[in-house]
């Protein structure tokens, strides 16, 4: 979500990038991912492995939960010895298969295992708009607490059917986010606005689906061994 203060628009983030590999390769594959990278094993177009490096307590890290969690995946193993120790792999359905090697097929500009990038939040807003933000029960308490009761009720937000609360959407825009493209309850956002990562998979989706930014050239705002 739309995290960075307007002081700090701009930021410089390194993020993994995602190679295929035959099955024959699978060392390079894993050797790709100790350097950084995600590696898409093709066993057939429509079985996939993916290969992350998890960390020292077998829990997928950042980036990797991000693009699990992006294609609702949970599911993986962790090795913990051998040449693939501290590495997770998870065996991708056909569709899942299929997005990973569209990620692939984005990346492949991009020549290391991982891809450095400029991106300023306020000047993007995509996972601000067209996006749907579930509230917790931290998040009505901070409201509360913070004296603005007001958005744990309904209008600001809205009830689902089974109960959960959304904040309200206008025009495919959050109704926090201001014209200037900050949020207008930034030290008050709820949790999965803190949480959003820049530069995951969910970040890339909205800039591409929002935006039409797909982060498919090499030089388009950042560069590729993670200087700047
Ligand atoms: S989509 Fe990514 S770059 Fe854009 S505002 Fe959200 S976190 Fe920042
Ligand atoms: S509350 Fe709305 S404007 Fe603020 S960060 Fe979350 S989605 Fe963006």
Redesign the pocket.
């Known amino acids: 979500?739309?995290?960075?203060p307007a002081a700090l628009a701009s930021s410089l983030v390194v993020r993994p990038v995602w190679r295929r590999f035959a099955p024959r390769f699978r060392e390079l594959a894993i050797a790709f991912v100790q350097a950084g990278g995600f590696a898409a094993v093709v066993h057939s177009e429509d079985r996939v492995e993916a290969l992350f490096m998890v960390g020292s307590d077998g829990a997928l890290l950042p980036f990797a939960a991000w693009a699990m969690a992006s294609i609702e995946h949970a599911e993986f193993t962790f090795h913990g010895d051998g040449s693939a120790a501290g590495l997770a792999f998870a065996f991708l359905d056909t569709d899942r298969s299929w997005t990973i090697l569209d990620w692939c097929e984005r990346d492949a500009v991009h020549p290391g295992p991982t891809r450095s990038m400029r991106?300023?939040?306020?000047a993007?807003?995509?996972?601000?708009q067209d996006a749907d933000v579930v509230l917790d029960a931290h998040d009505l308490e901070r409201f509360r607490s913070h004296g603005r009761g007001d958005l744990a009720e309904e209008g600001p937000v809205w009830r689902d059917a089974e109960g959960y609360l959304h904040l309200r959407f206008k025009a495919q825009r959050c109704e926090q986010l201001e014209p200037a493209g900050t949020c207008a309850i930034y030290a008050l956002r709820p949790s999965s606005c803190r949480a959003?990562?820049?530069?995951?998979e969910?970040?890339?989706a909205?800039?591409e689906d929002?935006l039409d930014v797909r982060d498919d050239t090499a030089d388009a705002n950042g560069s590729e061994d993670g200087s700047e």
């Open positions: 979500m739309n995290e960075v991106l300023d939040c306020v993007c807003t995509a996972c601000c959003f990562l820049p530069g995951s969910p970040c890339l909205a800039r929002t």
